[in-house]
């Protein structure tokens, strides 16, 4: 049986995608939400800078990882529960939710403690035991799941991966199209658009894009932005760092503040053709 054919709480009209059931209200009808941050927590200094410029930017929620799964073992895998406490410490005192990855399932009330939306990360898809433990863990809470589709996975085992997290009782999940592997090597991924639509079609989950991740590159994370809008998307998640050449992470994708700062400016008719305000 197809996931069109199932009656479960991802596609039944859960009213899911227009009555957030938290109260962190991070999809809101009408509107096109952007998260921003870097990659990852590097220190306090390069945190609290990065944060600032998404707070000047008239963003509510920012991105940054403690944990961080990198291909390669000697890669920066993040500062732990370090980065953790300093996204916390800088989001609150500048009014920001919070967004970052948990990758060990012993790791959730931690990360809980520090952000309010936890993002399961693409290589995680299709960890079934940690997206039960958190799905299980944000019920009746304020938090929220940021599920990302694995790159090599369809569609519906993107939505089936969300009802693992739904079944559990985790009932706040957005879903994020981050760009699949392709034979493509002008860019990092490719960037899925026409699975946000599809996805739209399946299940009144809300779904969001990572055009950073796609693209690879930051010269084409604003167009990809503006495609999104187009796609039906209900926002994004982008990277963006006060000093993206010096970024530990994903430097060559990383918007600079300047861009950051017109983001909203440059999205904004594309969204008020949707029917839709940036926020």
């Known amino acids: ?31 096109f939400r952007v998260v921003a941050g870097p990659c990852t927590v590097e220190s306090h200094e390069q945190f609290a800078a990065s944060a600032k410029a998404v707070k000047q930017a008239g963003y509510e929620y920012i991105r940054g990882g403690a944990f961080k799964p990198r291909t390669s073992p000697y890669s920066f895998q993040g500062l732990g529960e370090e980065g953790l406490t300093i996204l916390s410490d800088v989001s609150k005192n500048l009014g920001l939710k919070a967004v970052t990855e948990i990758l060990d399932p012993g790791d959730i009330e931690l990360v809980m403690e520090h952000a309010q939306i936890l993002q399961i990360g693409t290589r995680n898809m299709a960890n079934f035991a940690l997206l039960k433990r958190v799905g299980a863990a944000i019920a009746r809470t304020d938090h929220g799941v940021i599920l990302k589709r694995g790159f090599s996975a369809t569609v519906e085992e993107w939505l089936l991966a969300a009802e693992y997290i739904t079944n559990a009782g985790g009932d706040n999940v957005v879903l994020c199209e981050r760009g699949i592997r392709t034979f493509e090597t002008s860019t990092r991924f490719t960037l899925d658009l026409s699975a946000v639509i599809v996805a739209k079609r399946l299940t009144d989950l809300p779904v969001i894009v990572d055009p950073s991740h796609a693209a690879g590159r930051r010269d084409l994370v604003i167009p990809l932005s503006k495609a999104s809008v187009a796609a039906e998307a209900d926002g994004l998640i982008v990277e963006s760092h006060h000093e993206p050449q010096e970024a530990l992470c994903d430097a060559e994708q990383a918007l600079p503040i300047e861009a950051l700062l017109s983001l909203r400016e440059v999205l904004q008719p594309f969204a008020s053709a949707m029917g839709r305000e940036v926020i």
């Open 1 to 31: 049986m197809s996931i069109s054919e199932k009656a479960t709480l991802s596609n039944i009209k859960s009213n899911i995608k227009t009555d957030v059931k938290t109260s962190n209200g991070m999809i809101r009808p009408g509107s």
